[in-house]
């Protein structure tokens, strides 16, 4: 039976439960914020269960340097500065996922997305499926036969669809193979990139289906001056797709867009050794919990990670109970600015 690698981007999930649960504003008795870090664990725990997972790595983006703002300086220079809140919960998390046995991986000038590709790279390579928990739409260009994505959306793990190729194609009409370029098109308000200017959403697929990649395109114009465009897409496109600064900021998008499969990960699934491998320690997951008081998802947690829910520490069911202003079960979520065009499935 083929194993499943569940590959977390820990940014996305730490910020919708930022947001969605900010009301609750839970807290341990000395003031630690950790609202956002019981909702993403709770996510986490909600997609281990329902995709089976047999192990778990979870990627953080780099604090300390990003590379593609180093070469790109306007790429996501929109975006206002974190909530201290959010900051703080977002290291407290590693911390918490760390000790309690999960894989953290944090790459050195890099992004969450270059650790979901090169895990699902990774897996493939061991004879691995692996199921990519994002709420970022960039991730449905891993989607292949042995790549899914678990897309959170409001609602929740249990309401968010898991996409494969054949479910992607059927949403968005183009294979999983041609969603880089249908970015690049469009463009990423999110990310601050402008995409070729008049090309939307029903004009990218279209081009796609017609001919397979945009650089066919561009051949079509620069070679036979965009007959075959002006045909399908209509003359105003053949303008659009020849203008210099569409071009250059698509070729620009596309290499911003375009996630590192290489990295080492330092964990050997075909042999079935290193970090993330399920079940966990039951004593490590509960004593992480424990430090920072997440005491109502100890039973859970000792059950989907540890499978241990009957061996789990008795001190993991007996604790005294969780804090009064301690949130629900995450059900819904709402995204803050950088995330806000992924409210929905698109």
Not at 85 to 90: A, E, F, S, Y
Not at 107 to 136: F, I, K, M, N
Not at 289 to 318: C, F, I, N, Y
């Amino acid at each position: 039976m083929t194993k499943t690698l569940l590959a977390v981007d820990g940014n996305s999930l730490l910020h919708r439960s930022f947001h969605a649960l900010a009301g609750s504003q839970l807290r341990t008795r000395d003031g630690q914020a950790t609202w956002a870090v019981k909702g993403a664990l709770s996510q986490i725990l909600g997609a281990v269960d329902r995709v089976a997972a047999d192990a778990v790595v979870i990627g953080f983006d780099d604090a300390a340097g990003n590379e593609r703002k180093v070469a790109h300086p306007h790429y996501k220079a929109h975006r206002t500065e974190k909530h201290a809140d959010l900051v703080t919960q977002l290291s407290l998390a590693v911390d918490v996922f760390w000790s309690a046995g999960l894989h953290v991986v944090i790459p050195d000038g890099l992004e969450a997305d270059d650790v979901l590709a090169s895990a699902a790279s990774t897996a493939t390579a061991a004879g691995w499926h692996t199921v990519v928990c994002t709420s970022d739409r960039d991730a449905f260009a891993l989607v292949t036969e042995t790549t899914s994505v678990l897309r959170i959306i409001n609602g929740g793990v249990e309401a968010s669809p898991v996409l494969n190729p054949e479910r992607l194609r059927i949403l968005l009409g183009i294979d999983p193979w041609q969603y880089r370029q249908y970015a690049a098109m469009r463009g990423d308000a999110s990310d601050n990139l402008t995409g070729i200017r008049g090309i939307g959403e029903k004009t990218g697929v279209a081009l796609l289906n017609a001919f397979g990649s945009v650089e066919a395109a561009f051949a079509d114009i620069d070679t036979n001056d965009g007959a075959r465009v002006a045909e399908v897409l209509g003359k105003a496109c053949v303008k659009k797709l020849a203008d210099p600064d569409g071009r250059a900021a698509f070729w620009e998008n596309v290499e911003l867009m375009t996630m590192r499969t290489d990295l080492d990960l330092e964990t050997d699934l075909a042999a079935g050794t290193g970090p993330g491998l399920l079940p966990l320690d039951p004593q490590a997951l509960h004593d992480a919990l424990a430090k920072v008081e997440l005491h109502s998802l100890q039973w859970l947690a000792a059950r989907v990670l540890a499978g241990a829910a009957a061996d789990a520490p008795r001190e993991a069911v007996t604790r005294a109970p969780a804090p009064a202003r301690e949130p629900a079960t995450v059900t819904a979520a709402v995204v803050d600015a950088e995330d806000e065009d992924d409210l929905t499935l698109f």
